[in-house]
């Protein structure tokens, strides 16, 4: 009997059976929700994603079609816990079943928790957090790019900071803050206001802003993202992050510039307050003012000092001038004497002629002194302008080794306490305390007396 049941038993081809076993389980699963880890996730050229589910005890093959990947709101990794929505089939050529996942979910907080973790290994391991890439933030940024909803209580939060502190342009970029297309928004919009030509309409911004409300882990999780992270990393322009509530903390906080605990408190962290700086801008003129009085009364004191050791002008110029009439007197008696000498020879001449040569002789010596005249003339206006050049030559001479010129020059004038001039080694070292004047201003130096080596000018030396 037995042996009829088996020669009665259907007969099917390969191909057949293989169907029949499709249909079978198609119908009688349907669709199913699975729980898992995913195990060796594997984009295809084709943009289909293939991997295997897996948990304690068995494993199961499975498909993303690419359609169901532009759907997804996390991309599949290695590791991931999800619960995955799909329908079981087989795959006849392989005599295999497996299950074509239509979308899925992370399996609890608990996995994004995981997730999140290993993204923050990944990126700390590639040196994305290192402190040593943070940007500085301007004290004054002329113009402020946001990027984060249009709508909401976010950007009129940090409208209404900016314009209380100090009004300042804004450009908001607006983009989803949560949902499957949040996380490219986001990227692209950090990358737009990278690279805004120097001549678009819209000007560079100083600073930006990454910000949205508070939410749950899952609302938040675009801030987690790689595409956002690396764009972040590669900004050229400052980021402040202000993610959630302050106990809220996504990846975005780790790589930014700074990050803030909300939304306005990131407007308060990117600029002053105008009138704190008014005040201040106030107090630096008054101390600047009192700092330039107070400098300026100590050049005149410095003056003062100096024209003390400087003979008058007054008092040179009074003894060269005497020196000058001295020439004068000479030169002015000069020639009379001569002209006097001359006449004395002529009566000499007078008395010694005989009558006959007494007219002649008169006519040559007037002609002498007439010739000698000329000639005194002559040498008069001579004499004045040496005398003239002389003193102008003494002047400027004068001038050249007065003290001030002589300090510009490098030197120093060395006094005692009581502003007299010590012209010598030996008289410097009667004094406990000395002055030594420079250009710019005067020091006192103690004079603590020890052996000093001296040489003369004629490099004698003596101790």
């Known amino acids: 009997m037995q042996s009829n049941k088996k020669n009665n038993a259907s007969e099917y081809s390969v191909s057949g059976l293989s169907n029949a076993i499709k249909t079978q389980i198609e119908e009688h699963f349907g669709y199913v929700r699975v729980r898992g880890e995913i195990l060796q996730p594997k984009i295809a050229a084709s943009g289909h994603c293939y991997m295997r589910l897996k948990d304690e005890n068995s494993a199961i093959d499975a498909i993303i079609w690419r359609g169901s990947m532009n759907k997804l709101s996390h991309q599949p990794e290695e590791g991931m816990e999800i619960i995955a929505l799909g329908r079981i ?13 239509d979308s899925f979910e992370l399996a609890g907080e608990g996995a994004l928790l995981k997730l999140l973790e290993d993204r923050k290994k990944m990126f700390l391991a590639e040196g994305l957090f290192e402190e040593s890439l943070k940007q500085d933030l301007p004290l004054i940024p002329g113009v402020i790019g946001v990027i984060t909803s249009e709508t909401g209580a976010v950007i009129k939060d940090i409208l209404h900071r900016v314009k209380e502190r100090f009004p300042t342009k804004i450009i908001l970029w607006p983009v989803s803050v949560q949902g499957k297309t949040a996380s490219e928004e986001i990227s692209e919009a950090i990358m737009g206001f990278n690279n805004l030509p120097e001549d678009s309409k819209i ?17 938040l999780w675009a801030f987690n993202e790689e595409n956002v992270i690396r764009a972040v990393s590669k900004s050229s322009i400052p980021i402040v992050s202000a993610i959630g509530h302050e106990t809220d903390t996504t990846l975005i906080d780790y790589v930014s510039d700074k990050r803030a605990p909300t939304p306005t408190a990131a407007a308060e962290m990117v600029l002053p307050v105008r009138l704190d700086l008014l005040d201040q801008l106030k107090q630096t003129q008054l101390t600047l003012s009192r700092i330039i009085t107070q400098k300026l009364l100590s050049e005149k004191n410095n003056i003062k000092g100096l024209a003390r050791g400087v003979p008058k002008l007054s008092f040179i110029i009074d003894q060269k001038q005497q020196q000058l009439d001295s020439f004068y007197e000479r030169i002015s008696l000069g020639p009379r004497r001569l002209l006097d000498h ?15 040569n007494f007219d002649i002789a008169i006519k040559k010596y007037e002609e002498l002194i007439y010739d000698n005249n000329k000639k005194i003339n002559f040498l008069n206006h001579q004499n004045y302008k040496i005398i003239d050049n002389n003193l102008n030559n ?17 030197y120093a004038i060395v006094k005692n306490t009581k502003n007299v001039v010590i012209t010598n080694s030996v008289s410097a070292q009667k004094y406990k305390n000395i002055k030594i004047q420079f250009k710019d201003r005067e020091i006192i130096v103690s004079n603590t007396p020890k052996k000093v080596k001296i040489k003369d000018k004629r490099q004698k030396s003596f101790l």
């Open 89 to 101: 089939t087989t795959y006849p050529l392989r005599s295999t079943y497996q299950i074509i996942i």
């Open 342 to 356: 001359k006449r004395n020879e002529l009566v000499y001449f007078k008395s010694s002629f005989k009558r006959n």
């Open 203 to 219: 000007p560079s911004p100083d600073i930006i802003i990454v910000a949205r409300g508070g939410g749950s882990l899952e609302d």
């Open 394 to 410: 003494l002047s400027k001479r004068l001038l050249s080794v007065s003290p001030e010129k002589v300090l510009m020059r490098g």
